[in-house]
């Protein structure tokens, strides 16, 4: 059987010019519905990718390499801009500063995205991330997933003796050991007998910090109130008489630093929080309290200072001019509304509060709202969110006020709908499932 090849043509000695199928561009993937053949990561981690690429974002390297460096994210819309720096093209390999990194557990994001397609399409970008990095110095760094983990990885150059020094403080993985959080400090100091170039960054310092305080915190609450609800100490606490469940929430809210109090109305949400900022400011150093609240309740919650506790109370009001005035003024509680936060938020930065206070939270259940925002964009080290009202309509409502108390809490908000959402065809949400405490690890207390 004989085969056959068609013949060209193309004269002998002239040159045929062979058009090239022209690539069509990758198919989009939806935002609504989770293709078939996808895992529910492998679909969030496509979703970052598409839309980090099709943004208009700029990219400033700060760093001192071409392709593995430290950048700056910027988005010139929302003014917002965020740390990357790039090690590698797989996820998990890269770092960003953005809040979206710190909670996915992805190990990328948009910014992450947007920086790998810029660096890929520079000359030798794409053969530089395929071999990957790894420096000459070490670093310690904060790993990103279902839990936070500080690792150790060792630069090409890392001495031997530092090699054996992160042994003892961290395990074979290269995390570091629970007891050593306590002497961090100590490692730090040895390590930098090497002379190494040895980088420790800013959120794993501050998580180690985080660490600390919470075991801090726990035994002091818990060795000023040894018996617990039937603590003497309690009896003092405020001018009244705090019932059982009412002592149980405010050592509850003390203990865990940043909490959620979801009583019913009429149960006393306003004198726990009352309470356990007291318990705050005797045993845990807290000076400076914030009070934020529907307009409505801020004279309401002066009285309810008076009558309960020996604190000065000061409710801000007024021109931003008088604002001002009262927030560089005296007073162990300050107490704002909803609405001035926004224009406010450069006085509340500079008042610096120990303790934030959110009454009737369900204000910031739409992270979408101006309030919303600018809420969340207040840092302290605790906070008490109180509220009585259940959730009406969505799931993310409840995801938008945990995110204020403690970002990390529920997890991923992708995996976290997906659990207990349930959805059609189109993606709209037609029903919950899973939402009982005990069938749930996100939402025991």
């Given at each position: 059987m004989s085969s056959h090849t068609a013949a060209s043509a193309t004269p002998r000695g002239v040159s045929a010019s062979v058009k090239r199928p022209a690539k069509s561009a990758p198919a989009k993937v939806s935002r609504l519905a989770k293709p078939a053949q996808m895992s529910l990561e492998e679909w969030q981690t496509a979703l970052r990718r598409q839309f980090g690429r099709e943004q208009s974002f700029t990219l400033e390297n700060i760093g001192t390499e071409r392709v593995f460096s430290e950048f700056i994210v910027r988005n010139p819309e929302r003014g917002t801009a965020y740390r990357v720096a790039i090690r590698g093209p797989r996820p998990g390999d890269n770092f960003c500063a953005c809040p979206d990194f710190a909670t996915n557990t992805l190990?990328?994001?948009?910014?992450?995205?947007?920086?790998?397609?810029?660096?890929e399409r520079q000359r030798g970008g794409k053969a530089?991330?395929?071999t990957g990095f790894q420096p000459a110095y070490s670093e310690i760094v904060l790993k990103y997933g279902a839990q936070r983990e500080v690792r150790f990885l060792p630069g090409r150059e890392c001495p031997r003796g530092l090699l054996a020094l992160a042994g003892k403080t961290f395990d074979a993985d290269g995390c570091l050991r629970p007891e050593a959080y306590a002497t961090f400090e100590r490692f730090l100091a040895e390590a930098a007998r090497f002379q190494h170039d040895l980088r420790c960054y800013d959120d794993v310092l501050g998580f180690i910090a985080e660490v600390r305080d919470a075991a801090e915190r726990r035994r002091r609450i818990d060795a000023a109130f040894p018996q617990g609800v039937r603590s003497a100490a309690l009896d003092t606490l405020l001018k009244a008489e705090l019932y059982d469940y009412q002592r149980q929430g405010a050592l509850f809210a003390a203990r865990a630093g940043r909490c959620l109090?979801?009583?019913?109305?009429?149960?006393?949400?306003?004198i726990q929080a009352l309470a356990a900022a007291e318990i705050m400011a005797r045993h845990l150093g807290v000076a400076r309290v914030l009070?934020?609240?529907?307009?409505?309740l801020k004279h309401q919650w002066e009285r309810e200072i008076a009558h309960f506790t020996k604190r000065p109370a000061c409710v801000i009001e007024g021109s931003r001019v008088r604002r001002q005035e009262l927030f560089a003024g005296e007073g162990f509680f300050k107490i704002t509304n909803y609405d001035t936060v926004y224009r406010d938020l450069?006085?509340?930065?500079?008042?610096?509060?120990?303790?934030v206070i959110l009454d009737e939270a369900q204000r910031i259940k739409n992270w979408q709202t101006r309030a919303a925002r600018s809420v969340k964009k207040i840092v302290t080290p605790y906070a008490i969110v109180l509220t009585g009202t259940p959730l009406e309509n969505r799931l993310e409502e409840l995801v938008s006020i945990v995110e204020f108390v403690d970002r990390h809490r529920l997890g991923p908000t992708f995996r976290f709908l997906a659990n207990h959402q349930m959805c059609d065809d189109h993606g709209?949400?037609?029903?919950?499932?899973?939402?009982?405490?005990?069938?749930?690890?996100w939402l025991r207390s």
């Open positions: 190990g990328t994001c948009k910014h992450v995205e947007f920086a790998l397609a810029k660096l530089a991330l395929r109090i979801g009583d019913e109305m009429g149960l006393g949400k306003t009070i934020i609240c529907p307009t409505s450069d006085l509340i930065t500079g008042w610096g509060a120990d303790l709209k949400v037609i029903g919950y499932r899973d939402l009982d405490p005990s069938a749930s690890p």
